[in-house]
């Protein structure tokens, strides 16, 4: 009974909103509705640790709001200043094979804003701009989460390894730097793999010919790529920690893969363009806007994202000087809801978009019609993250009850171990992926269940460091499909209401990820 009240934040989400079909906004407040009375009547939550929770999730949904319009503001932008019409052609000199593309912008790309950012920003940044390039939404949405993966384990300077990890037994810098080398040789099957996934879903769910025959041409680059990127991250793993591995691995790979592209190294005869948006057509007037100044919003994003999270007094400024925080919400303590307004990735979007009409030499009309367009473009999804950051802050503050029981997300770890046992390191992956879907993200699920997962590598034996690597590669392949992000991503791209499509088509790749997590991690095991 216990563990059906417990897995009901899972179920009801999954049947409202891919069996059912339901957009996000009826599915998730029809969801919240029944993990709420479930945790007040049976799992003896008192009301009001259930109305904090309420009030803490409302408030993270308006931190999360702020990031997804900053990610529209800046796009829309650059639509009104004719860059993204330049970028278009910047990519059209690489490479107009739309395969190609995806890898270049949601993979690479959204695996350097990953490494600068985390907490959801690369898909609310590459998913608009590949609308942008002509794709059509679904498929930049989907894309878009997919791609946000592999870099995800090592996330904003490594936080979800050094966060996420901060409470199991003998945590120190030693146990991350270990725990990061585990995640990038298990990632050398799992992520290698993400650039041909990309294809195949772009294929097969967007093509023409609703076939796979399309991305196994592009087979050979697409390893090359993936292989560039979980090799040097295992490189820079060793030699420099996990701080940085998602920044110059996405780097490494992108300087590879626009050079190999525009050689035309291992690329098709003919370019793929099965998947545009329909009525899209290329600008062909060639634009007299220089490149690097087209891109250098984007550019911008990045630096200022680097230096706000590196450099120690700017860091200092940015977390203390505009503090909306919530602390103690209704006087409960531990019920708290952190937002440092100049250090949200949010700020930093409006800023660069700001700043793009000032480089490019626009009229700042430009970034006014953007700001008003894209107000309009989030409020169904404001509403939607409402009922599921409800439902995902009382699922996780569930511990805390009249009746001693443990928190939901335990229950279900706890669970499942005794079910396993000793085939632990296939379904540790999994457990990870379950708290990202929930919690929407991967830090916080490896913050619930990394002391799970060591309690059950010890009472199984089995290597501690390489179970707790499993667990956060599971957070990662779980951010695709965790019901905010797929709510954020659906804003961003016009789809609002599409939810439990996007889901749908990922579900298939975050088992995938799981499981090669899965065989990697045994394979590790083997040589120890």
């Not at 190609?100 to 490494?115: D, M, N, P």
């Not at 995902?392 to 396993?420: C, E, H, K, R, W």
């Not at 296939?426 to 879907?437: K, S």
């Amino acid at each position: 009974m216990l563990l059906f009240v417990a897995l009901c934040a899972i179920i009801a989400p999954f049947i409202f909103l891919v069996l059912l079909r339901m957009t996000a906004l009826k599915g998730m407040f029809f969801s919240a509705i029944i993990v709420i009375v479930l945790a007040f009547l049976i799992w003896g939550m008192p009301g009001t640790i259930v109305i904090a929770s309420i009030f803490q999730g409302t408030h993270k949904a308006l931190t999360i709001l702020l990031i997804l319009f900053g990610a529209i503001v800046l796009l829309n932008t650059l639509k009104h200043t004719g860059a993204v019409d330049r970028i278009n052609q910047g990519f059209q000199n690489i490479s107009g094979d739309m395969r190609v593309q995806v890898v270049i912008v949601a993979f690479l790309f959204g695996s350097l804003i990953e490494g600068a950012a985390g907490f959801g920003t690369p898909a609310a940044v590459t998913g608009p701009l590949m609308v942008a390039l002509g794709f059509n939404p679904m498929a930049a949405a989907v894309l878009a989460l997919v791609a946000d993966s592999s870099a995800v384990s090592y996330g904003a300077v490594g936080t979800p390894i050094q966060v996420g990890l901060s409470n199991v037994p003998g945590a120190n810098l030693a146990l991350f730097q270990e725990v990061g080398v585990h995640i990038a040789t298990i990632d050398l099957i799992a992520g290698t793999f993400i650039p041909f996934v990309l294809v195949v879903i772009l294929t097969l769910f967007f093509g023409k010919r609703k076939g796979i025959k399309d991305a196994f041409t592009l087979l050979p680059w697409t390893l090359v790529v993936g292989i560039t990127y979980t090799a040097s991250a295992l490189l820079y793993a060793v030699l420099f920690g996990h701080e940085f591995v998602a920044i110059l691995g996405s780097l490494t790979g992108l300087v590879v893969a626009a050079w190999t592209a525009k050689k035309g190294w291992l690329m098709p005869k003919t370019e793929w363009n099965d998947a545009l948006q329909e009525g899209f057509e290329l600008e062909t007037k060639k634009s007299n806007m220089g490149l690097m100044t087209a891109w250098s919003p984007y550019v911008v994003v990045v630096g200022l994202l680097l230096i706000t999270r590196i450099i120690p007094e700017v860091k200092e400024f940015t977390l203390t000087a505009i503090d909306f925080t919530w602390s103690n919400i209704l006087g409960v303590e531990g019920i708290t809801s952190k937002w440092e307004i100049l250090y949200s990735p949010g700020t930093i979007l409006i800023l660069a978009a700001v700043l793009a009409v000032i480089i490019q030499r626009k009229s700042i009309s430009n970034f006014t019609k953007a700001s008003k367009e894209s107000l309009l473009s989030i409020k169904n999804a404001g509403l939607a993250l409402l009922s599921t950051l409800a439902l995902v802050q009382v699922f996780t503050n569930s511990g805390m009850n009249a009746n001693d029981f443990i928190s939901m997300p335990q229950y279900i770890a706890q669970a499942l171990a005794g079910t396993f046992g000793s085939m632990w390191v296939f379904v540790a992956p999994f457990l990870g992926e379950l708290g990202a879907f929930i919690t929407g993200s991967a830090t916080v699920s490896t913050l619930t269940f990394s002391p799970i997962q060591y309690s059950i590598a010890n009472q199984t034996g089995i290597n501690t460091n390489i179970v707790l690597a499993l667990q956060v590669i599971g957070g990662a392949a779980g951010n695709m499909i965790c019901v905010h992000n797929v709510v954020a991503a659906s804003a961003v791209v016009g789809l609002s209401g599409e939810e439990g499509s996007i889901i749908r088509k990922m579900i298939i790749p975050a088992l995938l990820y799981g499981l090669l997590a899965g065989v990697g991690g045994f394979i590790l095991l083997s040589f120890m």
